[in-house]
């Protein structure tokens, strides 16, 4: 997949701010769990090399049974470009890695915390410039908040002046996801229950439906105005 610059710098700072961390001599697995080959799989070839085939196995098992955090920040960055292009399943693995980051990373170095902060918030920009998206929007959104726990203003402010289609198809997919899902206890989605009732949403539709590209993306978003007017008076 092609990457936009903004993207590629928040990458590259991201390796850089992890570059202190190199790869172990041996990595402590339980060999019950995690073969022998597999694990030389993610010794094959250098870090920003490694597929995805061959680092799945240690993104189900890292800190688990394959490793300690050392080993893990030295894989971060990899693994991270790998769910941000797509190339390793963000269905199955975004949220549960981006969890073991969250439980831990407030207390990592400055530049580590700024380098995760700034990559996800190109993952963010990115994700608003390109639909469909294996790691949708509301799962995006469970990240930044409530994985991270970042403060989700910011990205709903860079989400308003996003006027591209996809960034209209990926709030007609929040405007169905968010209106069936049960409510949570939290500040993040007490903040994001009040946006999605505000204006904001309907003029990113509004402005996706007036260029769609098409008689379905338009459809789309004319469903997720009704659906917005409907929310918005509750």
Not at 36 to 50: D, G, N, Y
Not at 156 to 168: C, F, G, Q, V
Request: aromatic share 10%; with cysteine; hydrophobic share 45%.
């Amino acid at each position: 997949m092609h990457t936009s610059s903004d993207l590629d710098s928040a990458l590259d700072a991201l390796y850089a701010a992890f570059s202190r961390y190199p790869l172990p001599a041996k990595s402590d697995v339980c060999d019950h769990c995690v073969s022998a080959e597999r694990v030389l799989a993610t010794r094959a070839a250098p870090l920003r090399m490694l597929t995805a085939s061959a680092l799945e196995p240690y993104a189900w098992n890292a800190l688990n049974t394959w490793g300690d955090i050392d080993e893990f920040k030295h894989y971060l960055p990899r693994l991270l470009e790998l769910l941000i292009l797509e190339e390793l399943d963000g269905f199955l693995h975004a949220q549960s890695l981006m969890l073991r980051v969250g439980v831990r990373w407030r207390s990592w170095r400055q530049t580590e915390q700024r380098a995760i902060t700034a990559t996800v918030g190109a993952w963010w920009r990115h994700t608003l410039s390109n639909y469909p998206r294996d790691v949708d929007i509301m799962r995006l959104i469970e990240i930044i908040a409530d994985c991270l726990e970042l403060d989700l203003a910011p990205y709903l402010a860079k989400w308003e002046s996003n006027t591209a289609e996809t960034a209209a198809r990926h709030m007609a997919s929040l405007m169905q996801d968010f209106t069936v899902t049960v409510a949570r206890d939290t500040e993040w989605d007490r903040l994001l229950d009040n946006w999605i009732r505000g204006s904001a949403p309907a003029e990113i539709l509004e402005a996706g439906f007036f260029s769609a590209s098409s008689p379905e993306v338009a459809q789309e978003l004319s469903n997720a105005l009704e659906i917005h007017r409907i929310w918005s008076q509750h």
